[in-house]
């Protein structure tokens, strides 16, 4: 199912669909349907287009984010342990012995912040690259390290969900574990799902970080935001791979 969900996630990124548009556009100049071919290599340039700018960026992401609004770490309500999805950070102690931050970092820094500020005793970072990433960034950010119980097996969030459960089960013995959830605030709505599906006896206080789209909000639109770039070309795959996962658990897997 892992491997399913890796490649359904590709070909539903925007890359994909703009590739094939491409592809049929020249399967119908081999036909000779001339006329038809430049509609599709029009719709693919169109695509991509919106795809890769701000302003798609901000309509798409921001009814997400909007969802968990803001909450300082010292508002936030006390629980037994702190759980952090892995964010892609990449990681090779073997050649460079920190972890190469990404805007995933972000979760591990929130996740500090609310160790120190009393909130949770425990900290339990998920994720199949968290031993060598997470783990140390936490330890840098003043999280010791006894403090700190890592799950370094799961390979995505349905896994993120099943593996800490079992680990707090057996951590915390006797009561149901109450925990903030900890995650970028544009995937915390099908993280939340994911947990209430597949951790159901974990009480779980979503914590929101990594507001990508929010910050951008209190300035007007400018014509750049309606130029694509690259970097909200990737952006924009993240936020579609946000949507396309949150529907595709609602209806397929029930």
């Known amino acids: ?19 094939l548009l491409v592809l049929l556009a020249a399967v119908a100049v081999w036909l000779n349907r001339r006329r038809t071919a430049f509609w599709l290599m029009l719709a693919a340039a169109a695509w991509q287009w919106v795809w890769g700018t701000a302003a798609w960026c901000r309509l798409i992401g921001l009814p997400l984010e909007r969802i968990y609004p803001v909450v300082k770490a010292e508002d936030s309500p006390e629980a037994d342990a702190i759980v952090v999805l892995g964010g892609g950070m990449a990681s090779n102690p073997d050649i460079y012995p920190y ?90 709505r099908r993280a939340m799902l994911m947990y209430s599906r597949y951790a159901p006896g974990l009480d779980i206080i979503p914590v929101a970080t990594d507001y990508n789209v929010t910050v951008c909000t209190d300035r007007p639109f400018k014509i750049s935001d309606f130029f694509p770039n690259t970097d909200y070309q990737q952006k924009n795959g993240c936020l ?12 397929f897997r029930r």
């Open 1 to 19: 199912m892992y491997v399913v969900n890796k490649i359904a996630g590709w070909l539903l990124s925007p890359v994909a669909p703009g590739l």
């Open 99 to 188: 972890a190469d931050m990404s805007e995933g970092a972000d979760r591990v820094w929130h996740a500090a912040r609310l160790y120190r500020a009393g909130k949770a005793p425990l900290v339990v970072p998920t994720g199949c690259s968290d031993m060598d990433s997470t783990v140390p960034l936490l330890v840098d950010l003043g999280v010791p390290r006894e403090a700190i119980r890592v799950e370094n097996a799961a390979r995505n969030t349905e896994e993120n969900a099943r593996f800490a459960a079992s680990l707090l089960a057996d951590a915390i013995k006797g009561r149901r574990p109450k925990v903030l959830l900890v995650t970028s605030a544009q995937h915390m």
């Open 240 to 251: 579609l791979k946000e949507l396309v996962g949150y529907w595709g658990y609602r209806i």
